[in-house]
């Protein structure tokens, strides 16, 4: 069987969706390391930002096409597995019994809409600088560096701002937790249980990555950072 052919099977879709996301986990824990900075203050975050604009650039673009296409699969599997299960059951039963389900597992669906909509946005507020509620985004310090810490500092003082990372931060841990078990079960390397939520990997993982990430806005808005 061709890679192409494996490609159009469920179980090759269900791989494509686990690599990706471990993928994707991967990024993220590198990601939060770097933004935990803002808590060493204003010249730390900035000079981290600057190497990877600059001595590291070639890296960043590498990493950047790698998660695009990444995203890409990722969605698209997604995707193509839903319409594969709406296929085989048109008709909703009037009545069955749910299997062994958490609160992650149920708002995986929605809750990735939801986050792939918050990507866009980050990207388009701090890496295209395109979205700049503080109007802070095209500032440079004395040596010409984009002052990523200024921006952080006055977007995260806006209450809608803090509120929609906050918000999209709980989502991504819901989905984390159920992601990251079910991709490496997709791989061969757990098994499934009768409770969901003996998952101690998981969701060790997925509660660092999301409140890694949601301590920076929490912070900022309340005068901790900046």
């Known amino acids: 069987m061709s890679y192409v052919n494996f490609l159009k099977t469920t179980i090759g879709k269900k791989v494509v969706m686990a690599v990706t996301g471990l993928i994707g986990v991967g990024y993220l824990i590198v990601h939060v390391a770097g933004n935990l900075q803002a808590f060493s203050g204003q010249e730390k975050l900035d000079n ?26 990722h969605v698209w599997s997604a995707w193509s597995l839903t319409q594969e299960a709406h296929a085989a059951r048109p008709v909703a039963y009037g009545k069955r019994q749910p ?18 909509a918050f990507i866009v946005f980050h990207i388009l507020h701090f ?10 985004a095209h ?11 200024g ?39 757990a098994k499934p249980g ?8 998981a969701l060790v993982v997925a509660l660092a990555i999301a409140i ?8 900022v808005y309340a005068r901790i950072i900046g």
């Open 48 to 73: 981290y930002a600057a190497t990877l604009h600059g001595p590291l650039d070639e890296i960043t673009w590498l990493v950047r096409i790698v998660l695009i296409v990444a995203v890409i699969l």
């Open 194 to 201: 009768a409770n969901p939520l003996h998952r101690q990997i």
């Open 151 to 189: 921006n952080v500092v006055h977007s995260f003082r806006i209450w809608w701002v803090a509120l929609i990372y906050l918000v999209a931060m709980v989502f991504l841990g819901l989905h984390l937790f159920h992601g990251a078990w079910s991709s490496v079960r997709t791989l061969g390397y």
């Open 127 to 136: 890496t295209v600088k395109a979205i700049d509620p503080a109007g802070w």
């Open 99 to 116: 299997q062994v389900s958490t609160l992650a597992s149920r708002t995986m669906r929605w809750g990735g809409v939801f986050l792939l």
């Open 212 to 219: 890694g990430f949601a301590l920076v806005p929490i912070a």
């Open 139 to 149: 500032t440079h310090d004395a040596a010409g560096h984009y002052d990523i810490y």
